[in-house]
């Protein structure tokens, strides 16, 4: 069978604007088919990277492709086939949802299959597209954006803050619809402060800080390899009290119950020591991909 090749490849992709530095020697690749993670606090280079990604930018140094073309140089092969939700949505006001999609889908150049059938399922009604966009909610203008996105049916999809706006019964079928992606082949890359949102769609994760790549990894090999949870109860009913280790594991308390994120290596260790105490019930469990995003970020930033 024939291989078809990462549907990402970044290669120390570096841009700056003047002396200002946005993203330095980036490297990643995501494959065919994958739904990926990208995580970073707001000014760690993410839209910066996207942007070099879809074409918006060129980069300073190093190369960028996207299912095997130059973004910017081969715009015409790319566009057909790629999805984009930016980050900060910006519609004509004086047009309406109907004629958006219709204008961005000849932009796109490419049919649009899927439209009736996303605008039914993100809840836009007939009456909500005949409306301007400019009377739209900031949760409309976001579903708006992911039926553009999503109408021509692309082969790869680049979401930067998708469900920003978005209402819980909303965010369930934009779900739905990467699992859809994920079992038909598409490639995703997702953008997020939402870490529940990425723990739960995507396989592995780039994180960036300061404008550089701290780890590529997947979700569930980040999570084994940073803190467990321990959270441990005291029979005598006393509060907060001296616990050892807790200059290395800082406790967070709640009346009689304290909460620690210790590193795996030092698990049994501080099991050693806090068992020696009044304790009722304790309980150690890995942490979710908040806390290893938080562990990362307290370290230094390496080259990965």
């Known amino acids: 069978m024939h291989d078809p090749g990462p549907a990402i490849e970044i290669r120390s992709l570096t841009k700056r604007y003047g002396r200002t530095t946005g993203v330095e020697d980036i490297d990643i690749s995501v494959g065919t088919g994958e739904v990926f993670g990208f995580l970073g606090p707001n000014g760690a ?3 910066t990277t996207i942007r070099c990604l879809v074409g918006l930018l060129r980069p300073t140094s190093g190369s960028v492709r996207l299912l095997g073309h130059d973004p910017v140089d081969g715009h015409r092969q790319v566009a057909p086939r790629l999805g984009y939700v930016p980050g900060e949505l910006r519609f004509y006001p ?16 490419a049919p649009s299959p899927r439209r009736a059938e996303l605008c039914e399922r993100l809840g836009l009604t007939a009456a909500d597209l005949a409306r301007t966009v400019g009377e739209y909610s900031r949760g409309m203008k ?12 692309p082969e790869l999809v680049v979401l930067d803050e998708p469900t920003e706006g978005l209402d819980p019964l909303v965010q369930e079928t934009f779900y739905e619809l990467l699992a859809e992606a994920a079992a038909a082949g598409r490639t995703v890359l997702l953008s997020s402060h939402v870490l529940p949102e990425v723990q739960r769609t995507c396989g592995r994760v780039a994180i960036v800080r300061q404008g550089r790549l701290v ?3 997947s979700v569930a090999e980040l999570r084994r390899a940073r803190a467990r949870r321990v959270r441990l109860a005291f029979a005598d009913g006393q509060g907060e009290r001296p616990l050892p280790g807790a200059d290395r594991w800082p406790p967070r308390w709640t009346g009689n119950r304290a909460e620690l994120l210790v590193p795996p290596d030092e698990v049994v260790d501080a099991l050693r020591g806090l068992l020696a105490l009044p304790v009722a019930d304790l309980t150690v469990e890995e942490a979710g991909l908040d806390e290893a995003f938080l562990d990362l970020y307290r370290s230094p930033v390496e080259k990965t």
């Open 45 to 47: 280079g993410k839209t």
């Open 142 to 153: 976001q579903k708006l954006g992911l039926v553009q996105a999503l109408q021509h049916d």
């Open 94 to 109: 004086e047009l309406t949802g109907a004629r958006t999609l219709g204008l961005l889908a000849a932009l796109q150049g």
């Open 215 to 217: 780890t590529v990894q």
